[in-house]
């Protein structure tokens, strides 16, 4: 496997900010194509844009959100500025506990740490946020399409529902693109497509299909890498650079076992056949 190096590992974690020429994104997003009957729409066109009377209240507000198009006027888009965080009332509880998984498409205008999740005011308060939207995976100008298991937030609150959706946070190190746009917000029943997020292609922006293919996740006490080439290997580092695991894999996919691994973020590092490779972050 080619060598990398602390520092190589250390960028990856890293923001820079890199702003690109589109003020809009310039085209759609992917379609979704499950059943109404299996959705429940927070923001979408296709299955009504939003859930009933949102709105944001005006306890903590430190953004502003309107709506736009595509570039191309093909996708309505509920866009945020000038993001601290924000939260948006779902009016009543959102019945999220009836669901299998979270979907959501992002787009901004710089590379970004970028938080999304739901909010709960009793029986006590809580936030909880999607762990895989996090810095310096939010590239400028991409589509980020992410499917989140609803088992997770089940987990930790219990048979209770969500009554805010929130934007954005206020954890050390936060820094938001200047414009994030949201739309096929979404809860669903179905095959998940994006579990452990996929960059989709935009006009103008030329990533591999091996990047823009591969998908990476974490499913219990085990890691999940897919992709459409052939894998050679998977290597995960820590947070200091540090190779804690490698694994052959000689296949498209692979089930790779990490409870031995303790909590915390991780790159994962895939080289494909050809010898090229792609890195990703996972939080285990």
Known sequence: MKT????????AFACSSTMVSAQVPPVA???LEYPAEDVLSFFSEKYGEAYPNMNAPSWGQTATYDYTAT???????LVLRDLGW???????TAQIKSYEYVHVDVFCNEET???IGFHRHYPDTKEQYFPLIEKGT???GKWYSIDYPMADFLIEWGNNDAHYLRFGGEGEGLEYSNEIYITNFVCFNGEPTCLGGVVRESAGLNDNVYAADLQVYISGQN????ASENIKSVS????LGQAVKTVSVNQTSATIDVADLTDGMYVVLVEFANGQTVSRKIVK
């Open 138 to 140: 939010m590239k400028a």
């Open 86 to 92: 924000l939260p948006i009332a779902l009016d009543g």
């Open 113 to 115: 740490m970028f938080q």
């Open 236 to 239: 995960l580092y820590n947070v």
């Open 4 to 11: 990398i190096t602390k520092w190589m590992l250390m960028a």
């Open 29 to 31: 997003p992917p379609d």
């Open 223 to 226: 890691m999940l890498c897919k």
């Open 71 to 77: 570039g191309d006027e093909t996708a309505g888009l």
